[in-house]
């Protein structure tokens, strides 16, 4: 399995702004599709973002516009601009592939807006 390092999490203020990032330890070949997930206390696990190992994006409705996801090799970083305080969460970084099939997740790292 892959193993995902966070990085950048932390406490900010409504409408400031944090960067994530994910270091994935697969150097061998480029990973095929990197994601962020996040989890608040007592909701299921959403999809904020995800990329393809071209670089192509997509973002959920409730982030396009203020979030960025760009990638170098396997390594993904989600810049957030004008966080609100309903982007608090724990978020999680993904990797899949399908040849070799992996599917891993990172440790979390916590992100919290304050009003």
């Known amino acids: 399995q892959v193993q995902l390092v966070e990085s950048g999490g932390g406490l900010v203020q409504a409408g400031g702004s944090l960067r994530l990032s994910c270091a994935a330890s697969?150097?061998?070949?480029?990973?095929?599709?990197m994601g962020w997930y996040r989890q608040s206390p007592g909701k299921h696990r959403e999809l904020v973002a995800q990329?393809?190992?071209?670089?192509v994006a997509n973002y959920a409705g409730t982030v396009k516009g203020r979030f960025n996801l760009s990638r170098v090799e396997n390594t993904m970083y989600l810049q957030m601009n004008s966080l609100k305080p309903e982007d608090t969460a724990v978020y999680y970084c993904?990797?899949?592939?399908?040849?070799?099939?992996?599917?891993?997740w990172g440790q979390g790292t916590q992100v919290t807006v304050s009003s």
């Open positions: 990329i393809l190992s071209q670089g």
């Open positions: 993904n990797a899949w592939n399908s040849d070799p099939p992996n599917d891993s």
């Open positions: 697969e150097r061998r070949f480029s990973i095929d599709l």
